[in-house]
Each structure stands twice: as structure tokens, then as C-alpha cells.
């Protein structure tokens, strides 16, 4: 589904990424681990189209993304979320959602960018979709709330309905876990699995490795921008490369 193929970026005389290369099946969940640093989200970056890689290339459903702008590689199936939330504030959580969904629009992504009218049909289909997320999440009763009125667990759901909106073949998740406590974190294990059953790809990149060893089939672990280790969950968390990894510095 996901093909990243000996991908290379340095920022100036840094090496980010170098020469990075594995793959993430449908109804697959990757787990993506490393210290800080590591490249991890620059390889989210990468893939999503925020930045260009110097060397190599990533695939998606065996067809090249090289060059494509964000929008062009959402609209063939991918979505992500961002380590630091991304709520649109004075928006309701339900119209956060809806932002997701131009994408998969009839009307198209231009007529949105534009705000041309869509059909009312068309609106309250989305409506109806976006509510059914929200639900599937635990927050049909906020809908309705100013986004940033929620506490941050929440605030990280509507991230994640917003990302699902465009109903991606393959989702990017940067450090999802991060800031939730334990009972939401678990959630989220359930609700990954769930994503996993209908058959999407999913990137997970992650610290915590209670979750990562939960969720995921494989995990490939990063250091200075290169795989130290990949392989089954238990095995990379107490490979000797990875232990120096979070352990030595
Ligand atoms: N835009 C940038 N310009 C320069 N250096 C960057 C930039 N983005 C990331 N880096 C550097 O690249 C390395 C990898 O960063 P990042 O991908 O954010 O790591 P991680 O997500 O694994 O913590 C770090 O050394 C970071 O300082
Ligand atoms: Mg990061």
C-alpha cells in the first residue's frame, strides 16, 4: 500500500533520513519508533508531501509520489495527523470535521478552496458522515462546542475524525498517545485496531511503547535517520540497538 524507498533528506550538513526504506501493507499497522531526533517525523513529512525527499522515493498503491503537492497525495488516499494538534480554534469540533471532507467532495477540492455553494444535499450527507465520526469517537454531544473548549484528549479525537473524514487508504499518525492518560490511550488502541479491521494502512509513529507493542504487527525503529532495527514488536524494543538508542544518550 505504502512503499518508502531508500529515502535521503538532510537539512544542510544534517542527515535526517538516510537511505530509509520499508513498507506498510493494507490492514497493516507500522509502528515507527526513536528517540527524539530520530527523523520520524520527517519521514511523516516526507510521505505527506511537506517536504521533498533528496534521494529515493515513496509509492502508494504501486503508483509514484514524487512531486505531488499534499492536497494531490490526500486526494489519492493518504491523511495524517501532526504531533502538535492543529484545531481550527473560533471553528465548532463538528465543522473541524467537515474540513476534512473536502477531499472527497463531489464539488471537488477547487470549488472548495474557492467556497463555491455546494448542494444542500451534499452538506447534510457530510453532515450526517462527520456526526457518525464524532459518534464512533465519543463526541456527538460536543459537536456543536468551539473546538478548542475541549480538553486536549478530545482535541486529539477531532484531529484524528478530521483525518479520517477524506476516508483514507493509508493514515499517518504522529505521536497520537502523546498527552493522553491511560484510559484514552487505550481507547485509541481499540480505535486503531477497529481502522485496522476495515482494511487501512496505518503509520504510527509513537513513544509510547505500550501502545506501539499493543497495535502494531511490525515496528521499525529509527536512530540519526537510519533503521537500527525492524522486525515483530518485542523483538526491535529489546534489540541492543535500540536499547543504546534511548538508553545511551
Ligand atoms: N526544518 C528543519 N530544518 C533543520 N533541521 C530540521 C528540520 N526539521 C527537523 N530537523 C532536524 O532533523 C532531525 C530529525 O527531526 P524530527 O524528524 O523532527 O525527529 P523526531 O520526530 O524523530 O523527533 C533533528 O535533528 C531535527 O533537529
Ligand atoms: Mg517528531
Known sequence: MLEIKGVSKRFGGLVALNQVSFEVRRGEIVGLIGPNGAGKTTLLHVVSGLLFEDQGEVRLRGRSLKGLAPWERAARGLARTFQHIRIFPGLSVLENVLCGFHLRRRAGFL??????????????????????????????????????????????????????????????????????????????????????????????????????????????????????????????????????AYLGR
Do not use: W
Open 111 to 244: 470549488s472548495a478552496l474557492f467556497h463555491l455553494p455546494r448542494t444542500a444535499r451534499e452538506e447534510g450527507y457530510l453532515r450526517e458522515q462527520a456526526l457518525r465520526l464524532l459518534a464512533s469517537l465519543g463526541l456527538a454531544e460536543k459537536a456543536l462546542l468551539p473546538a478548542e473548549t475541549l480538553p486536549y484528549g478530545e482535541q486529539k479525537k477531532v484531529v484524528l475524525a478530521r483525518a479520517l473524514a477524506s476516508n483514507p487508504q493509508v493514515l499517518l499518525l504522529d505521536e497520537p498517545a502523546a498527552g493522553l492518560n491511560e484510559r484514552e490511550t487505550r481507547e485509541l488502541g481499540t480505535y486503531l485496531r477497529a481502522l485496522q479491521s476495515q482494511e487501512m494502512a496505518i503509520l504510527l509513529v509513537e513513544h509510547d511503547l505500550n501502545l506501539v507493542v499493543e497495535v502494531c504487527q511490525r515496528v521499525v525503529a529509527l536512530d540519526q535517520g537510519r533503521i537500527i532495527a525492524q522486525g515483530a514488536p518485542e523483538e526491535v524494543q529489546n534489540h541492543p540497538a535500540v536499547l543504546e
